[in-house]
């Protein structure tokens, strides 16, 4: 736990890349740090705050005493490698297994973008440019990803992870198909990402750092539905 006092943590509630971070740190178990629940809402993750540890004003801006990292894949695999022999083994021994898992990983942050480009479609296009046929190559390229995803678990057996074990490929992934069912993608085309998603849900570092504003509906939205 000393050491965890020396962690800072601002986040923003639902977001994906602040999850990972948050159950990195369960599994390491580094409960105890410090952190801080910012709203995008009121434009708080461009605050001084924010900017003074992460001048791209998003979250996650994660401090370990005088180390600086901001990016959610980075922080994982920092909190890993610093932390190696205690909680959860995040990354695989088996050579074949750590391909996976490096793979699964870096192609989970290439799902977020192509989630975020749909669902926040509104939100970063200004009305007047805003055009039916790139929210619609947008839907496309997303369906397109999500189909590969489909296929991958299809070739994990029921009930089990992206890489052999649990590790950084589900930290970073995870979030991102919880995200999708959030927002109304549907679970009888995606059965294998529900399957997944069923799976993991009730892990106890999930389940502790569940986005609190997600917790009174299990879904919010419906932008993903015809997907």
């Not at 890349?17 to 952190?35: A, S």
């Given at each position: 736990?000393?050491m965890?006092?020396?962690?800072?943590?601002?986040?923003?509630?639902?977001s994906?890349?602040?999850?990972?971070?948050?159950?990195?740190?369960?599994?390491?178990?580094?409960?105890?740090?410090?952190?801080?629940?910012?709203?995008?809402?009121?434009?708080?993750?461009?605050?001084?705050?924010?900017?003074?540890?992460?001048?791209r004003?998003?979250?996650?801006?994660?401090?370990?005493?005088?180390?600086?990292?901001n990016?959610?894949a980075?922080?994982?695999l920092?909190?890993?490698?610093?932390?190696?022999?205690q909680?959860?083994k995040?990354?695989?021994?088996?050579?074949?297994?750590?391909?996976l898992?490096?793979q699964?990983?870096?192609?989970?942050?290439?799902?977020?973008?192509?989630?975020?480009?749909?669902?926040?479609y509104?939100w970063?296009?200004?009305?007047?440019?805003?055009?039916?046929s790139?929210?619609?190559?947008?839907?496309e390229?997303?369906?397109?990803?999500?189909?590969l995803?489909?296929s991958?678990?299809q070739?994990?057996?029921?009930?089990s992870?992206?890489?052999?074990?649990?590790?950084?490929?589900?930290?970073?992934?995870?979030?991102n198909?919880?995200?999708?069912?959030?927002?109304?993608?549907?679970v009888?085309?995606?059965?294998?990402?529900?399957?997944?998603?069923?799976?993991?849900k009730?892990?106890?570092?999930i389940?502790?750092?569940?986005p609190?504003?997600?917790?009174?509906s299990?879904q919010?939205?419906?932008n993903?539905?015809?997907?």
């Amino acid at each position: 736990v000393s050491m965890a006092k020396s962690m800072n943590l601002l986040w923003g509630s639902g977001s994906p890349p602040c999850w990972r971070v948050m159950i990195t740190l369960e599994e390491k178990k580094l409960q105890g740090y410090k952190h801080k629940l910012l709203s995008f809402e009121k434009g708080e993750h461009k605050s001084q705050e924010v900017l003074e540890i992460n001048p791209r004003g998003q979250l996650p801006a994660f401090r370990h005493g005088d180390n600086i990292v901001n990016e959610s894949a980075a922080t994982c695999l920092y909190l890993e490698n610093e932390f190696k022999s205690q909680g959860t083994k995040l990354i695989p021994d088996s050579p074949a297994e750590r391909a996976l898992m490096y793979q699964r990983m870096m192609e989970g942050l290439t799902l977020t973008d192509k989630l975020n480009a749909v669902i926040y479609y509104e939100w970063f296009v200004p009305e007047g440019e805003r055009h039916n046929s790139a929210v619609n190559r947008n839907k496309e390229a997303l369906a397109t990803e999500l189909k590969l995803w489909e296929s991958y678990l299809q070739k994990v057996s029921a009930g089990s992870y992206l890489a052999g074990a649990f590790s950084l490929a589900d930290v970073i992934v995870f979030p991102n198909i919880a995200f999708a069912f959030r927002f109304g993608l549907s679970v009888g085309r995606y059965p294998n990402l529900a399957k997944y998603y069923r799976f993991l849900k009730d892990r106890a570092s999930i389940k502790s750092s569940w986005p609190p504003q997600w917790l009174p509906s299990a879904q919010g939205f419906d932008n993903l539905k015809d997907l």
